[in-house]
């Protein structure tokens, strides 16, 4: 149950095509893109999106919890992210939510250990990326892309923004969770959906509005 617009829907499926015939790219000596990036207002999509990808290219998907990877341990971040990437031994969808954590802008005027440790960080996940395999597809997702490292974008082959959804998007979404919460169409008439910003917002409280309405309206067993 996952709502995609059309340029999100059109992406995917360019990426997969892309994906599936890496070997005609190598004879041409062209990489295929693999880094990632999901930006945008919180609630719509990132990491949903994200493990749907995951699913469509049948690969393994891994989670990366920003929280176990920053320690206030002088250089200890930046070994922690040479180790996630040293231990991926198999193709798989490598998601880093939150990714302004280790790539966010150096350069900072302070001498603050805090301001030493964020550079090891970001030049970490460059070296990273820089020889990061086919065989990974790396995902970041933010919701502060004004304050990543120029250099760390650049390391991207796109940058995607998900926007909240307009109107005909929240109609779109709400058909949707209606056939597949098989409700009726009426659904979508009684429920006020359209005053929310994001789609998880619209998913909770439909989801809310639908288990009321079950038990009003459904007959007992």
């Keep these: ?29 062209i990489s295929i893109r693999n880094k990632i990036l999901f930006h945008g207002s919180t609630g719509n999509g990132k990491t949903t999106i994200a493990r749907h990808i995951a699913k469509l290219a049948k690969l393994p998907f891994v989670e990366i919890n920003a929280d176990l990877v920053v320690d206030s341990k002088v250089g200890k971040s930046g070994q922690n992210i040479n180790q996630i990437f040293n231990e991926l031994k198999q193709p798989c969808i490598l ?7 280790i790539g966010r802008l150096r350069g900072s005027s302070s001498d603050s250990a805090a301001a030493f440790e964020n550079e090891r960080m970001v030049n970490s996940i460059l070296v990273n990326l820089e020889k990061l395999s086919n065989d990974v597809i ?11 490292d120029k250099a760390f974008l650049r390391r991207f082959d796109i940058q995607f923004e998900l926007h909240a959804p ?11 969770m209606i056939s597949y919460y098989n409700l ?5 008439k009684s429920h006020e959906f359209l005053k929310y910003d994001s789609y998880s917002e619209i998913k909770l409280s439909f989801l809310d509005f639908a288990r009321k309405y079950i038990l009003c309206y459904t007959p007992p067993v």
Excluded at 13 to 18: K, M, R
């Design 95 to 101: 998601f880093w939510d939150e990714v302004d954590t």
């Design 166 to 176: 307009r109107n005909e998007d929240k109609f779109a979404f709400a058909q949707q």
């Design 184 to 188: 009726p169409e009426e659904t979508i």
């Design 1 to 29: 149950n996952v709502f995609l617009n059309a340029p999100t829907q059109a992406l995917i499926n360019e990426l997969l095509i892309e994906w599936q015939n890496v070997d005609i790219f190598k004879q041409h000596n």
């Design 138 to 148: 790396f995902i970041g997702a933010t919701n502060r892309r004004e304050v990543l």
